[in-house]
């Protein structure tokens, strides 16, 4: 598999910033979102990091309500969805770090539908300098990944199967990674970037991984 393939790929997310909106809390028939107001416990948050979390708002913000657009774009599943975190969706044609093009977008499902939570960066090791003021990192274990978005731990791509157990193709496989997810777009009461977010449990309350993919 093309090393390509791999620096774009991961898992895991959740968010975090006061101010954020949380998704599926519907305030009145209208269904919209609500703002999550800061709180004197909140971190205070610098000019540099501030302005990152401004751009990749503004670069993301069309895919906030509309999961289409993310996929006309070239998204795809890569995860079902994982507990704390959502459903993670990549695009393998972007590399590297740029703060308007996260390669991965992190999704969680309602009622009134899918909203994004978080955005994530993925690195086969850790960046020398962190690409934003104060990050932290988690990993994803080298895996296989189906087309529907199921995904089995695999030390090599040689040990992946050509079909999932549910009979969907294989896609691609990725070795151990480094991971970095900002939940830009739904409050994180551990932190911007921890791994995972409780407020993300009432989206799947039995707290198991399910291999739902998106229904149209």
Not at 32 to 55: E, G, I, K, M, R
């Amino acid at each position: 598999m093309r090393r390509t393939r791999y620096l774009a790929v991961a898992v895991a997310a959740v968010l975090g910033l006061a101010g954020c909106s949380d998704p599926g809390t519907a305030s009145g028939s209208g269904g919209s979102s609500h703002l999550t107001q800061p709180s004197a416990s909140d971190p205070a948050v610098s000019p540099a990091l501030a302005q990152q979390v401004a751009a990749v708002r503004l670069a993301t913000v069309k895919y906030v309500h509309d999961l289409p657009a993310a996929e006309r774009d070239g998204y795809q599943i890569i995860t079902p969805m994982m507990p704390d975190m959502g459903y993670h969706y990549l695009n393998p044609g972007i590399q590297g770090f740029d703060v308007t093009k996260p390669p991965i977008l992190v999704y969680v499902k309602g009622a009134s539908g899918w909203q994004l939570g978080a955005v994530e960066w993925v690195w086969p090791k850790a960046p020398t300098t962190p690409p934003m003021e104060g990050a932290t990192y988690g990993s994803f274990a080298a895996a296989c990944h189906f087309k529907d978005g199921r995904f089995v731990p695999a030390g090599a791509e040689s040990d992946c199967p050509r079909t999932s157990a549910e009979g969907s193709p294989f896609s691609f496989w990725h070795p151990d990674l480094t991971t970095l997810h900002v939940w830009v777009w739904f409050h994180n009461p551990a932190g911007l970037y921890h791994g995972t977010n409780p407020l993300v449990r009432a989206y799947n309350p039995s707290g198991l991984v399910t291999g739902e993919a998106r229904q149209q």
